[in-house]
Antibody
């Protein structure tokens, strides 16, 4: 059974940094691309970033390009999102998600339970 | 970026009703579209991928159709556990984009 467990969320001041983690289990982690998606309070889903199974390709939304960096450690079955220069509008629940394939051109098929990031002074 | 326009934004329906939600892409996305269900306070869940393929474990009352720019999610007989918000997501090109969501409420 696929399990995705996010961690690292919390309260951070504007301009601060935070690193989210996603621990994966139940599948061959390196064979699947992984993504981060967020949801601001009361709002819809927003795709942020995807990384291929090997980690050799990454894709990011313009809204976070240059501030957020996706990475992975296949030896530890872990996905990361480094978030810098955080703004109040980054306040959201952040979900990690698994793709159906390794390239970054397959659909999302599994989701973690999410971790809340609050940016406030 | 490809824009995904979902309609309606909300609907009220009764148990047993047939429900249809549509998603329109701003350009041809072949069949690279998924439908995800989200219940309040919970993570989304994949229902349909590649426009019409039922994800394993999802009840057969859910179905998807369409290709190109126009797509439909149909619930053939609405059940109490189906009251939720539904999102379409295109994975044809980056940036991936979601529809704005359709909230299905109890009438």
């Amino acid at each position: 059974e696929v399990q995705l467990l996010e961690s690292g969320g919390g309260l951070v001041q504007p301009g601060g940094s935070l690193r989210l983690s996603c621990a994966a289990s139940g599948f061959t982690f390196s064979s699947y691309a992984m993504s981060w998606v967020r949801q601001a309070p009361g709002k819809g889903l927003e795709w942020l970033s995807t990384i291929s199974g090997s980690g050799g390709s990454t894709f990011s939304a313009d809204s976070v390009k240059g501030r957020f960096t996706i990475s992975r450690d296949n030896s530890k079955n872990a996905l990361f999102l480094q978030m810098n220069s955080l703004r109040a509008e980054d306040t959201a629940v952040f979900y990690c998600a698994k793709d159906k394939g390794d390239s970054g051109y397959y659909p999302i098929d599994s989701w973690g339970q999410g971790t809340l990031v609050t940016v406030s002074s | 970026a490809i824009q995904m326009t979902q309609s309606p934004s909300s609907l009220s329906a009764s148990v047993g009703d047939r429900v249809t939600i549509t998603c329109r892409a701003s350009q041809d996305i072949r069949n690279d579209l998924g439908w995800h269900q989200q219940k309040p306070g919970k993570a989304p869940k994949l229902l349909i991928y590649a426009a019409s393929s039922l994800q394993s474990g999802v009840p057969s009352r859910f179905s998807g159709s369409g290709s190109g720019t126009d797509f439909t999610l149909t619930i053939s007989s609405l059940q109490p556990e189906d009251f939720a918000t539904y999102y379409c997501l295109q994975d044809y090109d980056y940036p991936r984009t979601f529809g704005q969501g359709t909230e299905v409420e109890i009438k």
